[in-house]
């Protein structure tokens, strides 16, 4: 029997599979055969999520949210399911898995295959995207998919990354903004005010980013709707 392991690393993603209000780090069943664990953003809190749904009995890895274009091609709300992951050096994905979910979706939605990257920290410039692509090849970028992906390859079981454009290639999340984002995504709003007030950062900013989420948000409930069986949720 196949159990599945979803790692996630932030609230705004967890909510797209389940309305409940998930506890940081700790694993939670959405049925007989599927567990959710919300790990916090970052390649090592991602890894120790992978180890733990593998102790309690995963046997495929899945990581679900969103990431950013590299690729001029990408937009906000673009899915990306790609056929390889790339952490440094490159690893695999299940293309039957991958297959069978892309086959379930609606034709409204844009699906981009190739491949992913990770990298150890958010890219805030699109100089910083660009040679970012250069090296790695990849469309999209993330934070987490290289580490659940590791942790696959090394028990040999099926992973599959499932993730959203939330940033074009020539809009990012700035700099400033990081320090006022929590471990799980979500902001310290008292730090927002803070960062506007000093005009580190634009409200006209926020608004895009804010919309730009929605688009992903609205893409990724689109995957659990239509594909939610491939994962285990229905």
């Not at 506890?23 to 055969?33: A, C, Q, T």
Request: glycine fraction near 6%.
């Amino acid at each position: 029997m196949n159990n599945i392991g979803i790692v996630t690393a932030m609230r705004i993603e967890a909510s797209c599979i389940t309305n409940r209000c998930l506890p940081l780090g700790e694993i939670i069943s959405l049925g007989k055969n599927t567990s959710i664990c919300l790990c916090g953003m970052g390649e090592n809190s991602a890894r120790k999520a992978a180890e733990r749904l593998q102790e309690r009995g995963a046997t495929s890895l899945i990581s679900f949210g969103v990431a950013g274009a590299i690729s001029p091609t990408l937009n906000a709300g673009d899915l990306v399911l790609p056929e390889s992951i790339y952490n440094e050096r490159l690893l695999p994905v299940s293309l039957s898995w991958r297959n069978q979910i892309q086959n379930r979706l609606p034709s409204h939605l844009r699906v981009i295959g190739g491949k992913l990257a990770t990298c150890k920290k958010v890219l805030t410039s699109m100089s910083e995207k660009q040679e970012f692509a250069k090296i790695t090849g990849a469309c999209a970028v993330d934070l987490e998919s290289g580490a659940v992906a590791e942790v696959a390859e090394k028990s040999d079981m099926p992973f599959l990354a499932i993730r959203v454009i939330s940033d074009p290639l020539e809009f990012s999340p700035p700099l400033a903004l990081l320090d006022a984002v929590n471990p799980d995504g979500s902001t310290n709003i008292t730090q927002i005010i803070s960062l506007l007030l000093k005009r580190s950062i634009t409200l006209s900013t926020l608004l895009r980013l804010a919309s730009e989420v929605r688009s992903a948000r609205k893409t990724l409930s689109a995957v659990i709707l239509h594909a939610g069986i491939e994962l285990g949720i229905k």
